[in-house]
């Protein structure tokens, strides 16, 4: 089956953050692609990957950025999909500038953003994956059974505190 979320991110260098995004998506079924594409360094690529996402099937993108992450709002500047952006954690500012470029966008335009990090990865997969389980029952229905486990873990530790 063809890919339905698209995860982008600025630099390879990303990877480990992004990663946790398409581990989320592959333990859910969800076909998937990934890609390396960057406002800054590939611009046109980033445009032509941005205005031909809904004609090639995506249904939502995922976009990871680090530092002055104007990834996310440039592609969501360019499509009507929604986008999730990740905002990565820089070494410097430890990615409160990721994720103030990334949350702060001007009225009319949304991203929605997650945490910094490998969490916000985690639950950008989840949140797309929750995207399309709107509309797709058993997806939806294996987000559930993730949840069940989630509580499950929970409710089984503080036995063993
Ligand atoms: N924020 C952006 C964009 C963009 O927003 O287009 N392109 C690359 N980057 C970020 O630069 C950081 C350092 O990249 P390198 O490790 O390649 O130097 C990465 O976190 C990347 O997301």
């Keep these: ?79 009507a999909l929604p986008v999730i952006g990740v905002p990565v954690k820089s070494s410097n500012l430890n990615g409160l500038d990721s994720l103030l470029s990334i949350v702060q966008m001007p009225g009319g335009i949304p991203v929605a953003t997650v945490a910094i990090g490998n969490a916000g990865a985690t639950n950008a997969g989840l949140l797309a994956a929750q995207m399309i389980g709107a509309f797709d029952p058993a997806v939806q229905e294996r987000v559930a059974a993730r949840r069940e486990r989630i509580k499950r873990d929970v409710l089984e530790s503080s036995e063993t505190l």
């Design 1 to 79: 089956m063809s890919a339905i979320v698209g995860v982008i991110m600025g630099s390879k260098s990303d990877w480990d953050t992004m990663k946790l995004a398409c581990d989320v998506l592959e333990e859910l079924q969800i076909p998937y692609e990934k890609k390396v594409v960057s406002a800054h360094r590939t611009p046109d690529l980033m445009f032509e990957y941005a205005e031909t996402a809904a004609e090639r099937g995506l249904k939502v993108i995922i976009a990871g950025a680090g530092g002055a992450a104007h990834l996310p709002g440039m592609v969501a500047a360019k499509t």
